[in-house]
């Protein structure tokens, strides 16, 4: 009923930068917050960033003032500009969207992406 699309994930060296995108899809009423979280093998998945409707962003101190969160409303589209990318943050990279759908506008709902690999060369 909804799918997520994410897209932009790829190797790059120490330094570089990538730009992940996140489209959602299908009968949704209102969008209530998209964001990135990324997991590595042995631990547990973290927020990397996300937005809320009202354009309030929040980052995980580790990329703050190296990766840029943005969204297209029209579009249903998150964007996630990483520069000065660090072999650590080499992960797969998750889209998240909660929502709510026109079925059942009272209700919000979780949905996450494929995710897509993104690793840092050094």
């Known amino acids: 009923q909804v799918q997520l699309v994410e897209s932009g994930g790829g190797l790059v060296q120490a330094g570089g930068s990538l730009r992940l995108s996140c489209v959602a899809s299908?009968?949704?009423?209102?969008?209530?917050?998209m964001g990135w979280y990324r997991q590595i093998p042995g631990k547990q998945r973290d927020l990397v960033a996300e937005?809320?409707?009202?354009?309030?962003?929040n980052y995980a101190d580790s990329v703050k003032g190296r990766f840029t969160i943005s969204r297209d409303n029209a579009k249903n589209t998150v964007y996630l500009q990483m520069n000065n990318l660090k072999p650590e943050d080499t992960a797969v990279y998750y889209c998240?969207?909660?929502?709510?759908?026109?079925?059942?506008?009272?209700?919000?709902?979780?949905?996450w992406g494929q995710g897509t690999q993104v690793t840092v060369s050094s």
């Open positions: 299908g009968s949704i009423f209102s969008i209530a917050a």
């Open positions: 937005v809320a409707g009202g354009g309030v962003t």
């Open positions: 998240n969207v909660r929502l709510r759908l026109r079925k059942n506008p009272e209700r919000v709902n979780e949905y």
